[in-house]
């Protein structure tokens, strides 16, 4: 199922500048990604194209990791609001 959300780059550590940047996913739309995994997702990112993966937040949250690629493609930074859609990727064939 595909899921769209507005959030904030923030941060993976906020003691650790210049480190991984991530967009937490609302708790109501981890169900419908399937569930809090780990998982390849795709979509897009303020109408770029986007492929990350999700992580584990400690607490209970989970959220998708934005690389430096992306927020270029998406024209976003570091404490941006940005759209973000996405569903779980597709296998691909062996």
């Known amino acids: 199922?595909?899921?769209?959300?507005h959030g904030r780059i923030r941060q993976w550590r906020e003691d650790k500048p210049g480190g991984l940047a991530v967009l937490d996913i609302p708790?109501?739309?981890v169900g419908d990604l399937g569930g809090r995994?780990?998982?390849?997702?795709t979509g897009s990112l303020n109408g770029a194209?986007?492929?990350g993966s999700t992580m584990l937040v400690a607490g209970g949250g989970?959220?998708?990791g934005v690389s430096r690629a992306a927020l270029k493609a998406a024209d976003?930074?570091?404490g941006d609001h940005?759209?973000?859609v996405?569903?779980?990727a597709k296998p691909t064939p062996s």
Do not use: G, W, Y
């Open 49 to 51: 194209d986007f492929t």
């Open 76 to 78: 976003a930074a570091l």
């Open 82 to 84: 940005v759209e973000l």
């Open 62 to 64: 989970l959220c998708v």
């Open 27 to 29: 708790d109501e739309l």
């Open 37 to 41: 995994r780990q998982m390849r997702v």
């Open 1 to 5: 199922m595909t899921v769209t959300f």
């Open 86 to 88: 996405i569903a779980p």
